[in-house]
Structure formats: C-alpha cells, structure tokens
C-alpha cells in the first residue's frame, strides 16, 4: 500500500514537472542567452578538449565584468562555449572563503528556491530545472568554491563528435 501511495506522489510530480523545476530559471547569465555566440566585449581564455577536461568547449571572459554577485566577492566568472559551434552553455564563477559561499546560497535561495543537497552534506547544493542546472561547490580544504550555470539543451561538443573538421584543419600541416 506504501509503495503505491509512493508511486502516485511520484507520477503527479513528473506529471505536474514539480520536483524537475525551480523558480526563476535563467535562460543565461548577464545579458548571455544560452546559445549565443561570444560577443565583442569577450576574450578568448583557453579551449579544454582533452578527454580528461570535464567542462570541454572555449573559454571566455570578460574584462569588465563585476566580480561580485550581491556582496559575495567573486575572483574569476568564465563563460564556456562548444568546440565547434561557439554556443554558450555554461558559466562558472569561483570564490575564496565559506563566508562568500554562504552569501551566494543566501542568494541563490531567495532567487531559486530551495535546493537539492547532499544527505547530511553541506556542500554541495543543486537546482535541477528543465533547461538549467546550478551546482554551488565549497571546498574548506582549499577554502574555496566554484559555481556552474549549465544549459541543460545545449551540450559540449567533443573532437570525436567532429572528426571531419578536425581533419580539415591539418590538412594544411603536412
């Protein structure tokens, strides 16, 4: 009888999507729409294809970027873009100290709502919405933490998913 009380609780929310939605669900991060290409105030930083590389794609940032979300002091915001593409799909923020990070869930609370942690866990805390996912990580070994913004539509591209461009590329090369 639990089981399927259980399993009708479950239904509605898949059926309703509540449980897969949070409130304020950003199509992007200041002013950057998920799939946008970089645009002229952006500076290439690095491209990440290695298969050891979790976050693949093309670097960017912003020279004038505030480094602050509220009063949580921020040391770098980078925007990642595809491979091939150039489609932004992620941001990552990261910070120094657990006082910024408990000023960002602060927050990251008041704007989503409440998060998905971790069972008798701290850190770290998740919002899993239809289009996007936020992660806010702290790590006291390093007194630091990152934050993810990821479009969940768009995905990174890997070098496999392209040979032929790569191919075209070194054909100059030899």
């Excluded at 602050?68 to 990261?94: H, P, R, T």
């Amino acid at each position: 009888m639990k089981k399927i009380i259980l399993s009708s609780i479950i239904l509605i929310f898949l059926i309703t999507g509540i449980g897969f939605a949070f409130q304020n669900e950003p199509d992007g991060f200041r002013g950057l729409k998920w799939g946008d290409a970089p645009t002229e105030d952006m500076y290439f930083s690095s491209q990440a294809i290695s298969k050891y590389d979790i976050h693949k794609g093309n670097y960017y940032y912003r020279k004038s970027d505030k480094l602050k979300i509220g009063s949580a002091e921020l040391v770098s915001i980078k925007y990642l873009f595809n491979l091939y593409s150039n489609q932004f799909y992620k941001v990552w923020g990261m910070f120094y100290s657990e006082t910024n990070y408990d000023i960002l869930k602060i927050i990251f609370e008041e704007k989503f709502g409440l998060p998905t942690k971790l069972k008798n866990k701290k850190y770290p805390l998740f919002w899993n919405g239809d289009k996007t996912k936020i992660q806010l990580f702290f790590y006291p070994d390093k007194n630091a933490g990152i934050f993810t913004i990821i479009n969940r539509e768009i995905h990174s591209e890997e070098p496999e998913d392209n040979k032929q461009k790569e191919a075209e590329k070194a054909k100059e090369d030899f």
